[in-house]
């Protein structure tokens, strides 16, 4: 069974970074198509953040163009978002998210369960 585990979340001031990481692990991962990294603050809906296609192009909300990165390691399957000039708007759980086939199956959309991000002002 295919798992998208998130880490590297938690607290960080105004103005300070963080560095988000999802491996995805499990199963036999056949190919993994576009990531990428939402996130949900509390009484909201769910939102893109930025993805990255397997090529290496990437989309990102304009909420936080300029402040955040997103990169992928294909040969350790993970995905990484590196978060800069934080606002406390920020804060939200975010959610990895993969598009990954397994031998013989269809592309599958996977998600992790969340990390926690909380920037203070």
């Known amino acids: 069974q295919v798992q998208l585990v998130e880490s590297g979340g938690g607290l960080a001031q105004a103005g300070g970074s963080l560095r988000l990481s999802c491996a995805a692990s499990?199963?036999?991962?056949?190919?993994?198509?576009?990531m990428g990294w939402y996130r949900q603050a509390p009484g909201k809906q769910r939102e893109l953040v930025a993805t990255?296609?397997?090529?290496?192009?990437?989309n990102y909300a304009d909420s936080v163009k300029g402040r955040f990165t997103i990169s992928r390691e294909n040969a350790k399957n993970t995905v990484y978002l590196q978060m800069n000039s934080l606002k406390p708007e920020d804060t939200a759980v975010y959610y990895c998210?993969?598009?990954?086939?397994?031998?013989?199956?269809?592309?599958?959309?996977?998600w992790g369960l969340g990390t926690q991000v909380t920037v203070s002002s």
């Open positions: 499990g199963g036999s991962i056949f190919r993994i198509n576009a």
């Open positions: 990255i296609r397997s090529g290496g192009s990437t």
């Open positions: 998210n993969g598009y990954i086939q397994t031998p013989g199956q269809p592309s599958y959309n996977y």
